[in-house]
């Protein structure tokens, strides 16, 4: 069982569109994340939450929004996808003091 | 949360032993120092995690000077596989993961060949 599994792999979309990309983790975590990993490779933190807080990194637009069903879920919502969106991004989970974080396997998102 | 610089990139032959340092000099009391590797197209994946002197893993190990202000991640005999991006991190995990502290850096582009 994948531990935490991204949905979809891939996705091309308009500029325009709103999109979502759905979280899974099947770890019991208590915390979850969104990352974009732009063409540069650079790993940048947009959110993390759990059942207490949501913490937003400031520099990511309010066109997108976590939305959390539960615990088990974190999805990204995405309004009026820019060209600047395309990058890949990946959802993460891990558990209270515990150094290990998983990652899903990633979402690539092309706008055209 | 503490800055970290890393070497942009480093290339090794297979068998070798690879040392990549990180250096983290504001690095917190409570911070903990942890690294990760990530393969093209994949996650980050964790490797190890360490707040002062030496932890070794069965994937690597980690050596931390007393003032803690830089890190050095070992990878004994590496091979083709262990080709990746290695990322240093600094954080407090006192306080769990909501705090954000799994901030990535620009991470360091190991090659490693025949």
């Known amino acids: 069982d994948t531990a935490v599994s991204q949905t979809p792999k891939y996705l091309v979309t308009q500029m325009g569109n709103d999109k979502s990309i759905k979280c899974e983790q099947n770890l019991g975590h208590d915390t979850m994340y969104w990352y974009k990993q732009d063409s540069k490779k650079f790993l940048k933190i947009m959110f993390s939450y759990n059942n207490k807080e949501l913490i937003i990194n400031e520099t990511v637009p309010n066109r997108f929004s976590p939305k959390s069903p539960d615990k088990a879920h974190l999805n990204l919502h995405i309004n009026s996808l820019e060209l600047g969106d395309s990058a890949v991004y990946f959802c993460?989970?891990?558990?209270?003091?515990?150094?290990?974080?998983?990652f899903g396997q990633g979402t690539r998102l092309t706008v055209v | 949360l503490a800055k970290t610089t890393q070497p942009i990139s480093m290339d090794s032959y297979e068998g070798q032993e690879v040392n990549i340092t990180c250096s983290h000099n504001?690095?917190?009391?409570?911070?903990?120092i942890t690294w990760y590797q990530q393969f093209p197209s994949q996650g980050p994946r964790f490797i190890i995690q360490g707040y002062k002197t030496k932890v070794t893993n069965e994937v690597a190990s980690l050596f931390i000077p007393a003032d803690r202000k830089s890190s050095t991640l070992s990878l004994p005999r590496v091979s083709l596989s262990d080709t990746a991006v290695y990322y240093c991190?600094?954080?407090?995990?006192?306080?769990?993961?909501?705090?954000?502290?799994?901030?990535f850096g620009k991470g360091t582009k190991l090659s490693v060949k025949p």
């Open positions: 504001n690095i917190a009391t409570n911070d903990y």
């Open positions: 993460a989970s891990s558990q209270g003091k515990r150094p290990e974080a998983f």
């Open positions: 991190l600094v954080g407090d995990m006192g306080s769990g993961g909501s705090q954000g502290n799994l901030i």
